[in-house]
């Protein structure tokens, strides 16, 4: 290697090493020095001359320094700073102009007209046809991301892949087409490969995506009439317990009244021996009413839980924190986060709402089984107490009372 060939590959490394951006990640050195390889194994096949090689040598060394200014028109930069090298060195103009056009030849869609632009063609595309494919086109993948912010889905890169190489590409020299282009089939053949498992793959994911769409529209149809069944059912659960504690109330209020004028009224009368004849009347008529009073009592009384639950119940959604009396005596940082808990967790929200339905219902039916008890303990005691009363009367009237 001539001394010249040599400053010329410190100089592109010294360059690259501290010009180029860290966010190239394909085209940078390593590239370079791989496309030489490439080049170097091309031309010894070919057998090209001592100039044309050297030429050939150059041409590779700063086919991608362009790339310190940018990706855009990155070929002409660089024959800009290989004609900037190479006049310092004192090279004739045609040397420069048949390496500038060399370095040209890597354009995309460029035909090549002689054998040094087929082999740096070649070389820089020599990883189409090796093992490392794949690899390589990850690098160049995540650049473009990087740099132009490309960014493609798996399908898209693999059929963007498979469009290169199956149309727009082409080796040109004897020896890649011999040595590299089996290899290229072979990345084609696993191009199809993952290009049919992709979508394969999308095609499960779309149908998977639609199902679960249409579950979701589906179950997003009846969302609103949910919850209005939820939130009509509850308001008559209340309303019916309201009644059921305004019938208590208005039962325990008129037996309380009775209570008051029988104690203010018909006892003081008992101490007469003359009045005897009503002890009988009075004592059913009394305990009737209160009776009545006790059960409008038990049916209004409420129960009260321990207001407490743990995180384990709120995990195995045990506990349901719409009630008051599971929670009234917690902290509210554990409260709020058990609700919030709750909140994230749909089936266990809605569950929660059954439950209370169920146990508001379980509550009713207690009160309206109490009630009922109370209004026909109400209505039997009235009607004993007034035969009882009418009796004792009759029989004070006949005389025949002790």
């Given amino acids: 290697m001539s001394l010249f060939l040599v400053d010329a590959e410190n100089y592109v490394i010294d360059l690259l090493n501290e010009q180029l951006a860290t966010i190239y990640v394909y085209h940078n050195l390593v590239h370079t020095q791989s496309v030489l390889e490439k080049a170097n194994e091309l031309a010894k ?14 041409a590779v060394w700063f086919h991608d320094t362009g790339f310190i200014k940018g990706a855009q028109n990155h070929e002409e930069e660089s024959v800009r700073i290989l004609t900037h090298f190479l006049t310092q060195h004192a090279i004739e103009t045609k040397r420069i102009e048949i390496i500038s056009n060399i370095i040209l030849a890597t354009k995309r869609g460029y035909k090549p007209i002689n054998d040094l632009e087929k082999i740096i063609i070649d070389a820089d595309c020599a990883h189409l046809g090796s093992k490392n494919f794949e690899s390589k086109t990850a690098l160049l993948r995540k650049e473009w991301e990087i740099t132009e912010n490309k960014m493609y889905s798996d399908e898209e890169w693999t059929t963007i892949n498979l469009e290169f190489l199956t149309q727009k590409h082409r080796y040109y020299t004897n020896f890649a087409l011999k040595n590299w282009s089996i290899t290229k089939s072979k990345n084609i053949a696993i191009l199809l490969k993952d290009l049919k498992k992709i979508k394969e793959e999308n095609r499960k994911f779309n149908q998977k995506k639609e199902a679960l769409d249409l579950k979701k529209n589906k179950s997003n149809v009846p969302e609103r009439g949910v919850e209005t ?30 209570v008051s004028l029988a104690l203010s009224n018909l006892l003081p009368k008992l101490d007469n021996t003359s009045n005897n004849y ?11 009413t209160v009776a009545s009073i006790i059960l409008s009592i038990l049916a209004t009384r409420p129960n009260v839980t321990r207001g407490k639950f743990t995180k384990e119940d709120v995990a195995n959604k045990k506990v349901n924190l719409l009630f008051f009396g599971n929670f009234h005596q917690m902290k509210l940082g554990d409260f709020e986060w058990g609700i919030t808990e709750m909140m994230q967790d749909r089936d266990y929200l809605y569950g929660s709402l059954t439950k209370d339905l169920y146990f508001l219902g379980l509550v009713l039916n207690r009160k309206y089984k109490i009630l009922r008890i109370t209004y ?13 009363f009418a009796i004792a009367f009759k029989i004070k009237e006949t005389g025949t009372f002790l």
């Fill in 45 to 58: 096949n070919l057998k090209v001359d001592e100039i044309s090689f050297e030429n050939l040598q150059l």
């Fill in 376 to 388: 026909t303990v109400f209505m039997i005691g009235i009607i004993i107490s007034v035969l009882a």
């Fill in 229 to 258: 069944m939820f939130r009509v059912a509850l308001k008559n659960h209340m309303t019916l317990s309201n009644i059921a504690d305004t019938k208590a109330n208005i039962l325990l209020s008129v037996n309380a009244i009775i």
């Fill in 278 to 288: 009503l002890i009988i009347p009075t004592i059913v008529f009394v305990t009737f």
